[in-house]
């Protein structure tokens, strides 16, 4: 069975930086991809960042604060999170998909519990 666990939330200053990971287990082969979402209180899921095993992609407005990557031999994806804002605060939560990345979140079948990130000001 796949299974994700998120890890790396917690509290941090507004301007710091945390480094979130997305342990993957149960893919015979790394060739999915794997996307970060995230969803604050009141507000729907939305699309962060994603991988493939070529490419990334980004929210527009996260672009140069935000960076996705794998490390296909740890099967972990991580996600650096640089500059940090109070409205960066949510759960985040990492998914995966077979073959390429999408930015939909109906796209991916498989999901992690989800990890908190609060930033204060």
């Known amino acids: 069975q796949v299974q994700l666990v998120e890890s790396g939330g917690g509290l941090v200053q507004a301007g710091g930086s945390l480094r979130l990971s997305c342990a993957a287990s149960g893919f015979t082969s790394s060739n999915y991809a794997m996307g970060w979402f995230r969803q604050a209180p009141g507000k729907e899921r939305e699309f962060v960042a994603a991988?493939?095993?070529?490419?990334?992609y980004y929210t527009d407005s996260l672009k140069g604060r935000f960076t996705i990557s794998r490390d296909n031999a740890k099967n972990t994806g991580y996600l650096q999170m640089d500059g940090l804002k109070p409205e960066d605060t949510a759960v985040y939560y990492c998914a995966a998909r077979n073959g390429d990345a999408r930015r939909a979140a109906s796209s991916y079948a498989f999901w992690g519990q989800g990890t908190q990130v609060t930033v204060s000001s």
């Open positions: 991988i493939s095993w070529s490419s990334t």
